[in-house]
């Protein structure tokens, strides 16, 4: 849980670091001599040289001076060594707990598994940069960025590898609360697996998904900087959806007959991006609040939804209703950097109530196994 939390961390920190435009400082990536900063004034003018050298310097910072370099390059040094901490403080005591067999079998699969995705994140995270190093990349003169296909891999890496790390902690916990009364355990499983509980068990697995490409589809956003443009809600122009020839324009295509309009446009078109992300919002939040009615509305499930699960309910509503407040201002009010990573911390913390909502609603099948074994191994 410790390394979900500074999962959590270093994916608000990341967002600030993109936002403060500090992401393209590091033109290098050095994995073990990279974990100091320069400490000599030669070696920072060596890596100012490098920076100026690069798109983001020539077109947007040509006189920044090397005050606000060290700013910037702090940032995202910042951000990789969290990264690496981040690593060493997962694969270190992970080794030491299954070189012990101090955890099952299963539970050693999923650690190797997220140990996988930390190391691959960080491969993932020096190739979104590069792509913002090489002016080839972008269109002539424009603004310098990373791709929005590569920096949106690198955001659902951190999302996936966050959600496991959350996801087995909590099963952990919950798989000990009860082995520790395998009496009332057995109540409890048995009610988790009543029929008219497992449509809502359901829907909360698709409201994850849900969730999940919703913030995705914020990453897209970022990417192409969309938040700037139609700074107003719930109209884009004016009607609610901008013109078909600007959604689907020939533009983005990159082929002679035109054949990749239909899938472009929604990856690299900001006006029809930014419009998907409303629509995923908007549908995600009217998903929350039916899934909550159908708490209050449905006798059945009322009669069986346990207690914890009311409350986790309750949670993702009001996640999701501060998301969508902080979605809106952070667009109508031009992207401020308080508000826009506001709004990425929000999404995770939507997505970790969802997981949290499901950890108490869900049949935990380990747990289940181990507590008939112990409630059988109690009846002898």
Same mark, same amino acid.
């Given at each position: 849980m410790g390394s979900a939390a500074s999962v959590f961390g270093i994916v608000v920190?990341?967002?600030? +670091?993109?936002?403060?435009? %500090?992401?393209? %400082? $590091?033109? &290098?990536?050095?994995?073990? +001599?990279?974990?100091? /900063? /320069?400490?000599?004034?030669?070696?920072?003018?060596?890596?100012?040289?490098?920076?100026?050298? @690069?798109?983001? %310097?020539?077109?947007?910072?040509?006189?920044?001076?090397?005050?606000e370099f060290k700013s910037i390059y702090y940032m995202e040094w910042t951000h990789r060594i969290w990264g690496r901490i981040v690593g060493m403080s997962f694969v270190l005591p992970a080794i030491y707990f299954i070189a012990r067999r101090r955890v099952s079998a299963p539970m050693t699969v999923k650690?190797?598994? $997220?140990?996988?995705?930390?190391?691959?994140?960080?491969?993932?995270? #020096? #190739?979104?940069?590069?792509?913002?190093?090489?002016?080839?990349?972008?269109?002539?003169?424009?603004?310098?960025?990373? @791709?929005?296909?590569?920096?949106?891999?690198?955001?659902?890496?951190?999302?996936?590898?966050?959600?496991?790390?959350?996801?087995?902690?909590?099963?952990?916990l919950r798989a000990h609360k009860l082995l520790a009364d395998p009496v009332k355990a057995a109540d409890i499983? =048995?009610?988790?697996?009543?029929? &008219?509980?497992?449509?809502?068990?359901?829907?909360?697995?698709?409201?994850?998904?849900?969730?999940?490409? +919703?913030?995705? %589809?914020?990453?897209?956003?970022?990417?192409?900087?969309?938040?700037? $443009?139609?700074? &107003?809600?719930p109209y884009m122009g004016p009607g609610l959806t901008p013109p078909k020839s600007e959604l689907f324009s020939d533009f983005y295509s990159r082929t002679p007959d035109k054949s990749d309009v239909w899938w472009r446009n929604p990856l690299e078109n900001p006006s029809l991006v930014q419009l998907d992300h409303r629509i995923l919002a908007t549908t995600t939040f009217t998903s929350v609040t039916g899934l909550w009615a159908? +708490?209050?509305?449905?006798?059945?499930?009322?009669?069986?939804?346990?207690?914890? @699960?009311?409350?986790?309910?309750?949670?993702?509503?009001?996640?999701?209703?501060?998301?969508?407040?902080?979605? $809106?201002? =952070?667009?109508?009010?031009?992207?401020?950097?308080?508000l826009a990573s506001a709004h990425q911390a929000g999404s995770l913390a939507l997505l970790s109530s969802?997981?949290?909502?499901?950890?108490? =609603?869900?049949?935990p099948a380990r747990a289940s196994r181990l507590v008939a074994q112990k409630f059988a191994a109690i009846g002898k």
């Open positions: 920190f990341g967002g600030l +670091t993109r936002l403060t435009e %500090s992401g393209l %400082s $590091i033109t &290098e990536w050095k994995p073990v +001599t990279g974990s100091l /900063p /320069p400490t000599k004034d030669a070696d920072w003018d060596s890596e100012f040289a490098k920076y100026k050298a @690069s798109p983001e %310097s020539k077109l947007l910072n040509p006189h920044m001076n090397l005050s650690i190797a598994g $997220i140990a996988g995705l930390i190391g691959f994140q960080g491969v993932l995270g #020096w #190739w979104m940069v590069k792509s913002g190093l090489k002016d080839d990349l972008f269109a002539p003169g424009s603004h310098p960025r990373v @791709s929005q296909y590569r920096l949106t891999a690198h955001l659902g890496t951190a999302f996936v590898c966050y959600t496991s790390m959350l996801w087995n902690g909590l099963s952990i499983l =048995t009610g988790l697996k009543r029929p &008219e509980l497992k449509i809502f068990q359901r829907l909360i697995g698709a409201l994850a998904v849900l969730v999940f490409f +919703t913030a995705m %589809s914020g990453g897209l956003v970022a990417g192409l900087d969309a938040g700037l $443009i139609y700074n &107003e809600f159908y +708490t209050k509305l449905s006798p059945s499930l009322m009669k069986v939804l346990p207690v914890a @699960s009311r409350k986790g309910m309750h949670g993702v509503v009001g996640f999701v209703l501060l998301q969508v407040v902080l979605g $809106i201002s =952070t667009l109508i009010y031009l992207v401020p950097l308080p969802v997981i949290i909502l499901g950890s108490r =609603t869900w049949i």
